[in-house]
């Protein structure tokens, strides 16, 4: 089956830290762009961090500094750890594959995990 | 940075209208913006790219069009399965979304 499997979220206190994982099964992981978007709750959609086949990375402006992506293409697994968390963290983590060249094209999103900053 | 902005958004419509909603973005993309469906518990579906490309699988109700800055998707029949958020994102530079346009029931 096709599909991105994400799990790690849960209730963390401010300053703390977490790692979220995503699998992917079905798809050629290791050639793709493998993107994190998340949800806060009543939001919309806002890019995280991105991170290319080869392992360049990128990342938002409010999360630089504090959380890291990486991946193993031999587990078709991506990761995000995050670290020195805020409230203003607290969302759904989606886990998302780029098309091919059009790396921000997302064809594959997960389901998400819930990510809860709060003392 | 590119500025995505949707409108309206939210509408309230009945099963079987026709719904457009419109995206406009901040500079011009040319044809590089994608629509999103999203529902709570699911993962978010790819419904259409390059502006009016469906992507396989997506009913054919569902249409798109527009270039440069200002895009609309259409369902031509609302059904029961579409109460959704509707997200516009381009492409083009990075990557930006639009805020959504929740589709509810009448």
């Known amino acids: 089956e096709v599909q991105l499997l994400e799990s790690g979220g849960d209730l963390v206190q401010p300053g703390g830290s977490l790692r979220l994982s995503c699998v992917a099964s079905?798809?050629?992981?290791?050639?793709?762009?493998m993107t994190w978007v998340r949800q806060a709750p009543g939001k919309g959609l806002d890019w995280v961090s991105s991170i290319s086949s080869g392992g360049t990375t990128h990342y938002a402006d409010s999360v630089k500094g504090r959380f890291t992506v990486s991946r193993d293409n031999s587990r078709n697994t991506l990761f995000l750890q995050l670290s020195a968390v805020r409230v203003e963290d607290t969302a759904l983590y989606y886990c998302a594959k780029g098309r091919g060249s059009l790396f921000f094209l997302f064809d594959l999103w997960g389901q998400g995990t819930l990510v809860t900053v709060s003392s | 940075d590119i500025q995505m902005t949707q409108s309206p958004s939210s509408l309230s419509a009945s099963v079987g209208d026709r719904v457009t909603f419109t995206c406009r973005a901040s500079q011009g993309i040319s044809n590089s913006l994608a629509w999103y469906q999203l529902k709570p518990g699911t993962a978010p579906k790819l419904l259409l790219y390059g502006a009016s490309r469906l992507e396989s699988g997506v009913p054919s109700r569902f249409s798109g069009s527009g270039s440069g800055t200002d895009f609309t998707l259409t369902i031509s029949s609302l059904q029961p399965e579409d109460f959704a958020t509707y997200y516009c994102q381009q492409y083009f530079v990075s990557l930006s979304f639009g805020p959504g346009t929740k589709v509810d029931l009448k």
């Open positions: 079905g798809v050629t992981f290791s050639t793709s762009v």
